[in-house]
């Protein structure tokens, strides 16, 4: 064995954070099994690795007994006297076995688990960074293609991004630079596998952090996140800060937060509302962009009944449902939406102290396709 191991057992452990205490272990350990599979021995042995030198022994190890069973693990009292006076009986006796040849496989050996430790290092190290990103962003790069997944580079890893968590609208080409949001981290035989989305909720709110200091520093918070992957999302915003507007930090200035974002989702309209506790003003709030003339509250089933303008009717449903359907995902709270016509004649409407509600708390909020036009 060359000399050259110290030096490269320095490297690893300076450049991989590998123990060089853990490597030399795991070289002892395979070269005693080298050992007994190459030279057909069942003995109990040791390895003796010198790292100055670079030498390597082999010493066999017996029981010292009165009567020997098996001569490869046992010794009697009388021959270990011979190699030492001092030897009695449950003494353990060491004598060297090392085969003439067993340097070129003990060298083998050595660079198999050198190579295999710092695989598994390697595999360890980036799985620890990347189970801390769960739930996280990230730029990666398109690398490749195929019927399932596309494969985004990360910098030390590819990301497995599935078909179902690609967005409808978007059209994905090598070198292509994307975001995506960290699902989930798992360890497997052939190192860790990272999963990623484009379509997740998640994405949104991360992004929504990375372009509103407001949000990043706690001032403003996002209660909820509802999405439909490329067409529209909804989000609510909430400050504890009087002073602060959440929809507007959220807006930024001539739409310019909002907009960075939407040219990440490749046009997907977003909705700002502002969260409120009381579930009358969530939910009208959580209808933009139509208006809201009256919500009543079913506690029990947590369902609601919202009555909108006659012209706002289809605006409040939304585009095969889509409007009334995130509103209800972003409040958690079902919602059956009636005209005012129609809820005349069924007796659930006027409501006088429902309308003064909504009159003194509902909030004006964003809805960036259409206040932007």
Not at 94 to 115: C, L, N, Y
Not at 275 to 285: I, Q, T
């Amino acid at each position: 064995m060359s000399s050259e191991l110290l030096d490269a057992l320095t490297l690893l452990e300076r450049e991989k954070g590998i123990s060089r205490d853990v490597i030399i272990e795991a070289i002892e350990a395979a070269l005693i099994s080298a050992y007994r599979r190459n030279f057909n021995q069942a003995q109990n042995v040791r390895i003796d690795l010198n790292l100055q030198s670079g030498s390597m022994r082999v010493f066999a190890r017996k029981e010292v007994v009165d009567q020997v069973f098996d001569p490869r693990l046992e010794i009697s009292e009388e021959d270990a006297q011979r190699i030492n006076p001092n030897y009695t009986v449950e003494d353990v006796v060491e004598m060297e076995v090392t085969p003439k040849d067993f340097g070129r496989i003990a060298a083998q050996t050595a660079k198999q688990v050198v190579t295999q430790r710092v695989r598994e290092a390697e595999r360890g190290i980036i799985y620890s960074e990347f189970i801390d990103r769960e739930e996280d962003i990230m730029t990666g790069i398109v690398q490749r293609l195929d019927s399932k997944f596309i494969y985004v580079s990360l910098g030390k890893i590819e990301a497995l991004l599935p078909i179902n968590e690609q967005m409808p609208n978007e059209r994905y080409k090598p070198h292509d630079r994307i975001k995506v949001f960290i699902t989930k981290v798992e360890k497997t035989t052939k190192g860790p596998q990272i999963f990623v989305s484009r379509t997740h909720p998640g994405l949104l709110k991360r992004l929504f952090e990375i372009e509103v200091p407001e949000i990043y520093d706690g001032t403003v918070e996002i209660k909820s996140v509802a999405r439909e992957a490329g067409d529209r999302s909804k989000i609510s915003v909430h400050s504890e800060n009087p002073e602060v507007d959440p929809v507007g930090s959220c807006v930024g200035p001539k739409g310019t937060r909002v907009q960075a974002i939407v040219n990440e989702l490749k046009g997907e309209k977003i909705d700002i509302v502002k969260w409120s506790e009381d579930p009358v003003v969530f939910v009208a709030n959580s209808l933009s962009p139509s208006k809201v003339v009256d919500v009543a509250v079913n506690e029990s089933e947590k369902a609601t009944t919202v009555v909108v303008p006659d012209y706002q009717l289809s605006l409040a449903i939304g585009k095969r449902g889509q409007n009334a359907r995130l509103a209800a995902k972003l409040t958690g709270w079902k919602i059956d939406i009636k005209s005012e016509s129609e809820a005349r004649e069924l007796g659930i409407y006027p409501r006088e102290d429902a309308i003064k509600l909504l009159d003194d708390n509902l909030e004006d909020d964003f809805d960036y396709e259409d206040d932007m036009e």
